[in-house]
């Protein structure tokens, strides 16, 4: 209970501050800036944030790996390869249409990364992350390519580098699909806790492990793109989040998921309210001070002592 209600001091903490820090001061249309700008902005940012830890933890089930995140399996950049395809040929689809497109291309980049990370050796941790950093970086170097070579370089760098200054009401809506994906998660907790033991055991303990691998990275893919679409891409969210808490609180998923999703949620914000006060009223996008941040736990992680196991 103390840690629940820590939690939320600092959540309302952050929310608060948020809510209050911006170029426009509060004046007679206090309201109205509240309910465009600044409620939207806030929201957008602890949606993505929570969606992106839970999408995090989902895909280190998966491959069995603690350093690998959606970013690091290609999923962004395919999404943006699909985005681009679609302004390419059909320029006036609806966002509905972008996003269906963006979805099932980050599920086939995703697919892509997996089929190269069964051909790894498991002993060296590293591997997979290197992999897949390689392996966006070769979607990427297409996707600029292709953007270059259509004039689209700035629909690309808008995909590519995530903050939140244009976020508004009626601009941020697709964002809340991620509370309803987070509640599927968390029905199906206990059925990714044992995908992540491996194939043969999850089937010798009876799991469907094709069907639950697959529902979820199809999770994965969804939010990767709706937040890819909606704010842009952030690095670091889905490997920092989940990693912390669960070397703060063991590896009990279901208990952990809640904690997980607010601490994303709680990141993304804070790296947003960062990036508005060191040089205001200028801003520094969160995503760059995520990088930042997310680098530092990265570099930590892979020296630190291994966690204490329990829960």
């Not at 269906?100 to 697919?111: D, E």
């Not at 990370?117 to 992350?129: G, K, N, S, T, V």
């Not at 999770?219 to 793109?225: C, D, G, H």
């Amino acid at each position: 209970m103390r840690l629940w209600t820590l939690t939320f001091a600092l959540l309302a903490a952050l929310v608060v501050v948020s809510l209050s820090l911006g170029a426009a001061s509060f004046g007679d249309d206090a309201g109205w800036l509240l309910m465009v700008s600044r409620i939207p902005r806030t929201a957008a940012a602890l949606l993505a944030g929570a969606g992106l830890a839970l999408a995090g933890v989902v895909v280190q089930q998966v491959v069995q790996n603690r350093l690998v995140e959606p970013s690091l399996t290609g999923a962004p950049e395919a999404s943006m390869l699909g985005l681009l395809a679609v302004t390419l040929i059909v320029p006036g689809m609806a966002v509905a249409g972008k996003m269906l497109i963006a979805m099932a291309s980050a599920l086939l980049g995703m697919t892509g990364y997996l089929a190269l990370a069964a051909r790894l050796p498991r002993e060296d941790p590293m591997l997979l992350p290197i992999v897949g950093i390689v392996y966006g970086g070769i979607i990427g170097a297409v996707c600029v390519y292709i953007a270059w070579a259509t004039d689209l370089m700035q629909f690309l760098g808008a995909w590519q580098l995530g903050e939140f200054s244009g976020v508004m009401i009626g601009r941020y809506e697709w964002l809340w699909a991620i509370a309803a994906l987070a509640v599927l998660l968390y029905v199906i907790a206990d059925r990714i806790t044992i995908l992540g033991l491996g194939e043969a055991q999850a089937r010798s303990l009876g799991l469907d492990y094709a069907q639950t691998r697959a529902l979820g990275l199809v999770v994965v893919s969804v939010i990767t793109a709706l937040v890819l679409v909606t704010v842009g891409g952030f690095p670091f969210v889905g490997l920092v989040a989940p990693n912390l808490i669960a070397r703060w609180r063991g590896d009990n998923l279901r208990a952990n998921l809640p904690l997980i999703a607010v601490g994303g949620g709680l990141l993304l914000l804070g790296a947003d309210i960062i990036g508005r006060a060191i040089r205001y009223p200028f801003e520094i996008p969160a995503a760059t001070v995520v990088a930042v941040f997310g680098a530092g736990v990265f570099l930590w992680l892979l020296h630190a002592a291994p966690a204490r196991r329990h829960g």
